[in-house]
């Protein structure tokens, strides 16, 4: 059983999740998942970690309430407890001094680029973060972000802050601020990052993107989590879920996505960030 | 006396749930002996002094003194007898392919057909269960060593019941939310009652055997991490990985491997869909790729999700399948049709992504290959298409190289297997390993001898530790 520490909305229909669970918090590095089960009947369910304690013991994911299984994890209240918590799952993210990165990241996405953004930081590249959504309303994190960050934009589609528009907006957005990536990593739905890798392909800019299939056991044993990345099959949650986002098959992986989505309670694509 | 036993050459058939009626449910297929039945069986056996079954057994039970139990009535001294070696009775009771190790042996087999062994071990084992309170052996003194165990498997299980009967601190770090391994995740409740594997657990764990659930050993700590705080390990992580084929299409959506379809019914409960929260589709038309023991099993899971018409697609012939003769039979009671000498080419899809059908060609066997068995050669312009909705990839499994890829030093084979000497122990010196991660998928009994064997040598190991 691991106690939930804190479980609030952050912004509308994404909520933040922390939960005491020493062992992953001792272990998680930027680029990890977790898999959880919010009851004994509920799904597996993956999500991105988005920030940890290791003195206190508490990992924090940020997730959006989509299905049965996160409609129960948005319930959950202090001292709760879930009988589910495995991981670090996923190899992490590769950080190196890589000169110049542009961390982007839109929904949950927003919460799990800040600890890949953070360890940039430390390794001693020059960030740049560039967060999108759907309006204002639906922003988080943004002070956490700025900290770890050497610049920092906004891209609104409603355009209430930062730039309007959506991610297509990128190019122009480095090429005013003078900064040509040396690599770029994305976190967030996966429609946001596939429309990234496309705009970044012509460009020749390196795009890393944190793959988010569907998943069960989150240790190799499924298959489930299968993607085509340069023309060979690879499992999300072992092989990654960090891949060349140039390579993925995106069609393919769009396809596998939805397969559950009759099935899912609420639509998979009804969400906050709008894609 | 002699004239009876001539005469009784026919073994008892053990009742089983009705063909149709079972097609419906989830609940165990075969039914078990009753206590007439039982001892009318056990009293086929000739009591052999020399017994031949003993040997066939992998972990040498005591056959012939545990069947004069039976006949005797005292099941409690037959139980007793079959737990000095084997601690999981009920489970190979009922996996176990006893037709090809103990009761191909039987001498009573000669004339008619073997005792029915397997059977015989599940009534004492199901009998036991029946009982207020189970017997439990005398432990050792406690010896101050500690041992972890990595995986909460039929081997995981072993070696935990071993070393606490010896006296030893033992410490399971199991990856799933369950325990059982397989036996949870993959063989389904109609052939292996998960009520049955959680009281073999909480046995292990009334010996005093602790478990960590939803610990991936590699991945939440390292093993030379997980070293410093015991005093030996053994590694009974299975053969976990599933195996696609390698042919168009098989990303389509409705293509699974074995393990995720059995996962999704077995360890998440998908049949129970919506009362449990994991879906699972019920397709129409289902195609099981493969000819073991979990093709069977997915088949047979399928036909009891609604499916109009299963189909077993295997590229040998029938006595080539490796399945159990008693498996294959089931399924062929439930409705599966086995297409045979039949390859899969390739998986065709809609527009949407979602799997159609598949493309296959017809074979013949040919010369024998390096397993003796005939290799099948596809015969040229025999292509044909078969419609399907679903499709479970079910060719066989390796190792998860998770914790050889993070433990230096430990030495792995073919394959992905971690490489052992006779007794078990890898390349590192207080590690041991067996099962399926060390010979590749195998069976329940098999990973348990070897397991016994590897407990047996970290006991020696831990005793003359200074
Ligand atoms: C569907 C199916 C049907 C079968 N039918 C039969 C049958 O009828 N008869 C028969 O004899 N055999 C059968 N088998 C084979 C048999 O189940 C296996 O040979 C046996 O379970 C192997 O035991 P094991 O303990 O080595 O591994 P497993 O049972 O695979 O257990 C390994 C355990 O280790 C855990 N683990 C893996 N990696 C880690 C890690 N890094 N950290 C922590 N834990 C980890 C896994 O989650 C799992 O619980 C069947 C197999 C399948 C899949
Ligand atoms: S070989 Fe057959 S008859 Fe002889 S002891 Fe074993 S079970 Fe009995
Ligand atoms: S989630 Fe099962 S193999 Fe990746």
Known sequence: MYKVIERKMIVPNLHELTIEAPAVAASVQAGNFVVLRPDDRGERTPLSVADWDREAGTVTSIFMQVGASTAKLAQLQPGDTIPTFSGPLGRETVIDNFGTVLCVGGCYGIGSIYPVARALKRAGNRVCTLVEARSSYLLYWQDRLRQVSDSYFNITRDGTVGVKGHVSALPDIMQEAGLKPDRVIVNGCTFMMMRVSEITRPLGWKTVVNMNPIMIDGTGMCGVCRLSVAGETKFACVDGPDFDGHEVDWREFLARRKSYLPEEVAPLRKSGCGH | ?466
């Not at chain 2, 069986?41 to 545990?66: M, Q, T, W, Y």
């Not at chain 2, 030379?224 to 696609?244: C, K, S, V």
């Not at chain 2, 006595?319 to 899969?344: H, K, S, W």
């Not at chain 2, 433990?407 to 010196?429: A, C, F, Q, V, Y």
């Open chain 2, 1 to 466: 006396m002699a004239e009876k036993k001539r005469r009784d050459t026919v073994r008892r058939s053990m009742p089983k749930q009705d063909d149709f009626e079972r097609r419906k449910n989830f609940a165990e297929v075969a039914l078990g002996y009753t206590e007439e039945l039982a001892r009318g069986e056990a009293a086929r056996c000739l009591n052999c002094k020399k017994a031949p079954c003993v040997s066939g057994c992998p972990v040498n039970i005591d056959i012939p003194f545990f069947v004069k139990a039976i006949v005797d009535g005292d099941f409690a001294a037959g139980v007793r007898q079959i737990k000095k070696t084997n601690a999981l009775p009920a489970i190979c009771g009922r996996v176990c392919p006893q037709e090809e190790q103990c009761e191909i042996k039987c001498v009573v087999g000669r004339r008619g057909s073997p005792v029915a062994i397997g059977r015989l071990e599940r009534y004492l084992a199901d009998w036991e269960a029946t009982q207020a309170k189970i017997e439990k052996p005398r432990l050792a003194r406690k010896t101050g060593r500690k041992v972890v165990i990595v995986g909460a498997g039929p081997a995981g299980i072993t070696v935990a019941n071993d070393l606490c009967l010896l006296g030893h601190d033992v410490t399971i770090y199991e990856a799933l939310h369950e325990p059982g391994g397989v036996l949870t995740y993959g063989i389904p409740e109609f052939r292996l009652p998960k009520a049955i594997v959680n009281r073999e657990v909480k046995y292990i764990e009334s010996l005093g055997a602790k478990l960590v659930l939803d610990f991936v050993v590699g991945k939440t700590r390292t093993v030379d991490n997980l070293l410093e705080e015991f005093d030996a390990m053994f590694i009974a992580t299975g053969a976990g990985l599933p195996w696609f084929l390698g042919i168009p299409g098989e990303n389509l959506n409705g293509v699974y491997s074995a393990n995720e379809y059995l996962t999704r019914v077995n360890l998440m409960k998908g049949f129970l869909f919506p009362d449990f929260d994991t879906p699972i589709k019920r397709p129409a038309n289902v195609i099981v790729i493969g000819g073991g023991n979990v093709a069977m099993d997915s088949a047979r899971t399928a036909v009891r999700l609604g499916a109009d018409e299963v189909h077993i697609v295997y590229r040998r012939g029938r006595e080539e399948l490796p399945a159990r003769e008693e498996e294959v039979e089931n399924a062929e009671e439930e409705g599966v049709i086995f297409d045979l000498l039949t390859l899969p080419v390739k998986l065709v899809g809609n527009e949407q992504g979602w799997v159609s059908g598949m493309e296959c060609l017809k074979m013949e066997l040919g010369e024998p290959d390096d397993s003796g068995r005939r290799r099948p050669v596809p015969i040229e312009g025999s292509e044909f298409h078969m419609p399907a909705d679903a499709v479970v990839v079910s060719i066989g499994n390796s190792p998860n190289p998770l914790i050889a890829a993070t433990t230096p030093g430990l030495d792995i084979g073919r394959k992905d297997n971690i490489s052992t000497d006779d007794n078990g122990r890898t390349s590192r010196h207080n590690i041991w390993a067996a099962g399926d991660v060390v010979t590749g998928a195998a069976t329940v009994i098999s990973a348990m001898g070897a397991a016994r064997t590897a407990a047996q040598a970290m006991h020696e190991y831990l005793t003359n530790l200074t």
